[in-house]
């Protein structure tokens, strides 16, 4: 098992950053596959960037290229999130999850390759 606990969100204005982070405990000496998802009221969930094991893959949507960073400290057991410019748009629950992976290069991007979720944490943007 994997436990997984965001910190981080809060409210921001426009043009404003973020720094969202995930601690993860528990089994966390295999190979695993991180993302970052978001849930706005009444839409679906939707995947907002994902890194490998190794740190050397990452995926971002379309949405937030160029304005978020996905990165990853496996000796802390740590995952994080750099947001910046944020658009009221961002505004949602974010969600950490991880999946174990079959080798350290494997990239998850799909929610439901995801086993493992914390429980959220909010992120607001006011224009």
């Known amino acids: 098992q994997v436990q997984l606990v965001e910190s981080g969100g809060g409210s921001v204005q426009a043009g404003g950053s973020l720094r969202l982070s995930c601690a993860a405990s528990?089994?966390?000496?295999?190979?695993?596959?991180m993302g970052w998802f978001r849930q706005a009221p009444g839409q679906e969930r939707e995947v907002v960037a994902a890194?490998?094991?190794?740190?050397?893959?990452?995926y971002y949507a379309d949405s937030v290229k160029g304005r978020f960073t996905i990165s990853r400290d496996n000796a802390k057991n740590t995952l994080s999130l750099q947001m910046n410019s944020l658009k009221p748009e961002d505004t949602a629950v974010y969600y950490c999850?991880?999946?174990?992976?079959?080798?350290?290069?494997?990239?998850?991007?799909?929610?439901?390759?995801?086993?493992?979720w914390g429980r959220g944490t909010q992120v607001t943007v006011s224009s």
């Open positions: 999850a991880a999946r174990i992976a079959p080798d350290g290069t494997y990239l998850a991007t799909v929610g439901d390759e995801y086993v493992y």
């Open positions: 528990g089994r966390t000496f295999r190979h695993y596959s």
């Open positions: 890194i490998n094991w190794i740190g050397g893959s990452t």
